[in-house]
């Protein structure tokens, strides 16, 4: 069988100008046809699962979704590379040392010079995690901050999987908490005019389907209740009486429209017992 038979990923024929070092590269794209992906079931964290395929294996296509330049390693997702705020542009070039440093320190086999693995790849959205520091408030970066994080805590599954016994499922549950802190600060962000979740249009937070704000609602709601802090029992409880009024209200959505995703009502549904369980477990 032909390695061009075999390939699961292209370079672009447009050339990418980096907005921090200016160095120039071609973006790798993802092929997705003649059967590389097999689709499985959804997580409750509206994750996408594959199956491997017999002729190209086990294909991660979130490895796929970060722009990173090669030379200085800035990261985002693609259609906010070149739109870089300028008035970022020297910072992120001072912090080129620390964000290589920060990723190698995770991942020291990291190379994007190199087509993408499941390593390059998560490693390349905890990057987008780390750069979208350098984004003004137009370009919700917090919302994008919570879904980078959450696909790099559900990489680092992956990883688990395919790398046992290196600690990559503690490092998931981690990039897991600060996707709770992100989407929830950016909701709150957004209910208190602080910043708008109108420079996002598709809130993913996989790549094969867009739960719109809904969605983001649901995730604030259940990245609290299984990622949220647990340390202080009365915040606690507040925390999972708000994230039961919120499933509460994408249940009144659910009624009064068909157009609302089906599969997200029944993961709210799931939620709301779920919260009703512990609470009555705290109350007992």
């Given at each position: 069988?032909?390695?061009?038979?075999?390939?699961?990923?292209?370079?672009?024929?447009?050339?990418?100008?980096?907005?921090?070092?200016?160095?120039?590269?071609?973006?790798?794209e993802?092929?997705?046809?003649?059967?590389?992906?097999?689709?499985?079931?959804?997580?409750?964290?509206?994750?996408?699962?594959?199956?491997?395929?017999?002729?190209?294996?086990?294909?991660?296509?979130?490895?796929?979704?970060?722009?990173?330049?090669?030379?200085?390693?800035?990261?985002?997702?693609?259609?906010?590379?070149?739109?870089?705020?300028?008035?970022?542009?020297?910072?992120a070039?001072?912090?080129?040392?620390?964000?290589?440093?920060?990723?190698?320190?995770?991942?020291?086999?990291?190379?994007?010079?190199?087509?993408?693995?499941l390593?390059?790849?998560?490693?390349?959205?905890?990057?987008?995690?780390?750069?979208?520091?350098?984004?003004?408030?137009?370009?919700?970066?917090t919302?994008?901050?919570?879904?980078?994080?959450?696909?790099?805590?559900?990489?680092?599954?992956?990883?688990?999987?395919?790398?046992?016994?290196?600690?990559?499922?503690?490092?998931?549950?981690?990039?897991?908490?600060?996707?709770?802190?992100?989407?929830?600060?950016?909701?709150?962000?957004?209910?208190?005019?602080?910043?708008?979740?109108?420079?996002?249009?598709?809130?993913?937070?996989?790549?094969?389907?867009?739960?719109?704000?809904?969605?983001?609602?649901?995730?604030?709601?259940?990245?609290?209740?299984?990622?949220?802090?647990?340390?202080?029992?009365?915040?606690?409880?507040?925390?999972?009486?708000?994230?039961?009024?919120?499933?509460?209200?994408?249940?009144?959505?659910?009624?009064?429209?068909?157009?609302?995703?089906?599969?997200?009502?029944?993961?709210?549904?799931e939620?709301?017992?779920?919260?009703?369980?512990?609470?009555?477990?705290?109350?007992e």
């Amino acid at each position: 069988m032909s390695t061009e038979f075999m390939k699961i990923s292209f370079l672009s024929k447009e050339e990418y100008s980096c907005p921090v070092c200016e160095a120039s590269f071609r973006r790798e794209e993802m092929l997705s046809g003649s059967g590389r992906l097999i689709a499985g079931a959804i997580t409750d964290e509206l994750h996408r699962l594959y199956e491997p395929s017999a002729k190209y294996g086990l294909i991660y296509p979130l490895a796929y979704q970060a722009t990173v330049c090669p030379e200085c390693w800035f990261a985002s997702m693609d259609k906010d590379f070149l739109s870089l705020p300028k008035s970022a542009k020297d910072q992120a070039k001072r912090d080129t040392d620390k964000r290589m440093a920060d990723v190698r320190l995770i991942f020291p086999s990291a190379d994007f010079t190199k087509l993408r693995d499941l390593v390059n790849g998560t490693a390349s959205l905890f990057l987008v995690t780390i750069c979208y520091d350098y984004y003004t408030k137009e370009f919700s970066p917090t919302i994008k901050q919570g879904i980078a994080a959450l696909r790099t805590g559900w990489l680092l599954d992956g990883m688990e999987e395919k790398y046992p016994g290196f600690h990559y499922d503690w490092l998931a549950t981690l990039f897991k908490k600060k996707s709770q802190f992100f989407y929830n600060e950016a909701i709150l962000r957004e209910q208190s005019g602080k910043e708008t979740l109108s420079g996002i249009k598709n809130f993913g937070p996989d790549t094969d389907k867009n739960y719109a704000y809904e969605g983001a609602l649901y995730l604030s709601a259940l990245l609290r209740l299984k990622y949220g802090p647990r340390n202080n029992a009365e915040t606690r409880v507040e925390d999972l009486n708000n994230s039961k009024r919120t499933i509460a209200k994408l249940f009144g959505l659910g009624k009064s429209s068909k157009s609302k995703p089906g599969p997200l009502l029944e993961h709210a549904r799931e939620l709301y017992d779920s919260i009703n369980r512990e609470l009555n477990e705290t109350d007992e």
